[in-house]
């Protein structure tokens, strides 16, 4: 690649981050500074508030996800409000989501280089950005989070040419059922399909 193409390209991949940045910035903003619900929120809040009052297993009634309402409950009892621990939460996890998305590219596709990694990371951050999913206090940043550990777990088993860590196939199933505990039309779609086969 020529180093003029290397410069423009560099200068759009810095003009994507400041735009995606400011875009968060905005998003959490008016997203955390609003005291209403957005979307699915009303929902989750509904079933957090159970689950502060009578537990999880009444709360798992109306399949919520029994891990986003305790790392919810986490947040509520150093002192968030109810909405602004699922905000949080949600945040939070979004925020370790990039970080395992930087392990993923920087330990499995060490074949690109470093401008195409870098493509890799702005364009998927963005896209977390504008789905803004992550600002909300809803589980769907869990998927993504779950996801990438479960690729993360999947190339280290990949990389093991003994395959003798028993242990690392042990923790892909674990992740894998947490990705199916994220929401109930997981459990309704893949039970379906395991009977079929």
């Known amino acids: 690649m020529s180093k003029i193409k290397y ?7 810095w003009v994507s981050l400041l735009m995606t940045g400011l875009y968060a910035y905005i998003r959490i903003l008016t997203i955390f500074s609003s005291p209403i619900t957005l979307g699915d929120e009303g929902g989750f809040l509904k079933v ?30 150093i002192g968030f409000g ?19 998305l930087w392990v993923l590219i920087r330990k499995n596709f060490n074949h690109l280089s470093s401008l195409y990694k870098k493509g890799i990371m702005i364009t998927s951050v963005n896209a977390m950005v504008v789905m803004s999913f992550i600002f909300t206090g ?3 940043v ?5 996801t990438l550990l479960f690729f993360i777990v999947f190339f280290k088993i990949k990389q093991d040419k003994e395959n003798k860590n028993i242990i690392l196939y042990f923790l892909l199933g674990a992740i894998f059922a947490l990705i199916l505990s994220t929401r109930k039309m ?6 379906r399909h395991l009977f079929l086969f």
């Open 7 to 13: 410069r423009i390209l560099s200068f759009l991949l």
């Open 138 to 140: 809803i589980n769907d």
């Open 48 to 77: 957090f508030n159970i689950f502060i009052t009578s537990g999880f297993s009444e709360a798992n009634i109306y399949g919520n996800s029994t891990f986003f309402n305790c790392i919810s409950y986490l947040f509520y009892q």
């Open 82 to 100: 109810q909405l602004m621990s699922l905000r949080v939460t949600s945040l939070f996890f979004a925020v370790f989501s990039i970080y395992l």
């Open 142 to 146: 869990f998927m993504t989070f779950f």
């Open 186 to 191: 997981e459990y309704y779609y893949y039970s």
